[in-house]
């Protein structure tokens, strides 16, 4: 147990569903990340939350839209997707601005297949 | 831009042997983590070294820090089925501004076969 929650952990739909994924982390953390994992890939960071501040958005494709109501949580809205977005999401969260700011605690991932 | 490059990709081994895998950059980092990644999960912190030469042991497991902060290994003795996992190390920015996160390697995938 990270301290970094889930849901759903995992997700089938179609390309002209609508879904959003959860993240909850329970650590105080001031940052929160979304990471895509597919397979034979590394780790793709996707976006990050400073202090409910979106402060990185690496190119992802608009179809990906995040929310950050409050430091504790996190969402990606999800919509139109296409069978290139099948993946393993992981949500994580840090404590930035501290000596241990470059730990990140992992959540268990969202495996996501898109029909 | 900064770079990981893990080493070997892939490694499969009988239980009780001994390995290493590496990580390697051109790069300065500030720290480095080791995580493990069971399939189906998240990674999990396994440690962070921070000092050039730093040795860090959990159990079974040695971690180092290269001198110059570029490089890290991981060695495990006496490996385990429950060692099975990809290995993932990751590096600090040297030079933290708003736009430098840690960046991950590519992972080594270990099989430790019973």
């Known amino acids: 147990e990270t301290g970094v929650t889930q849901t759903p952990r995992h997700l089938v739909m179609g390309m002209t569903n609508k879904k959003s994924l959860k993240c909850e982390q329970h650590?105080?953390?001031?940052?929160m990340y979304w990471y895509k994992q597919s397979a034979k890939k590394p780790l793709e960071l996707m976006f990050v939350y400073n202090f409910k501040e979106q402060t990185e958005n690496n190119s992802v494709p608009s179809r990906f839209s995040p929310e950050c109501p409050n430091s504790s949580h996190l969402f990606l809205h999800l919509h139109t997707l296409q069978p290139e977005d099948s993946a393993l999401y992981l949500c994580?969260?840090?404590?930035?601005?501290?000596?241990?700011?470059?730990?990140?605690?992992f959540g268990p991932g969202t495996r996501l297949t898109v029909l | 831009t900064q770079l990981l490059e893990q080493s070997p990709q892939f490694l499969s081994i009988q239980e009780g042997e001994n390995l290493t895998v590496y990580c390697n950059s051109s790069?300065?980092?500030?720290?480095l983590q080791w995580y493990r990644q069971e399939p189906g999960e998240g990674p999990v912190l396994l440690v962070t070294v921070v000092t050039g030469g730093e040795v860090k042991k959990l159990k079974r497991l040695t971690f180092q820090f290269g001198d110059a902060r570029k490089d890290s290994s991981l060695h495990i003795t006496a490996a385990q089925p429950g060692d099975t996992g990809l290995y993932l190390c990751?590096?600090?920015?040297?030079?933290?501004?708003?736009?430098?996160?840690?960046?991950f390697g590519p992972g080594t995938s270990l099989s430790v076969i019973p």
């Open positions: 990751a590096g600090g920015p040297f030079l933290k501004t708003s736009y430098d996160k840690v960046i």
């Open positions: 994580a969260s840090s404590q930035e601005g501290t000596t241990v700011g470059d730990e990140q605690f």
């Open positions: 790069s300065v980092f500030s720290s």
């Open positions: 650590l105080g953390h001031n940052a």
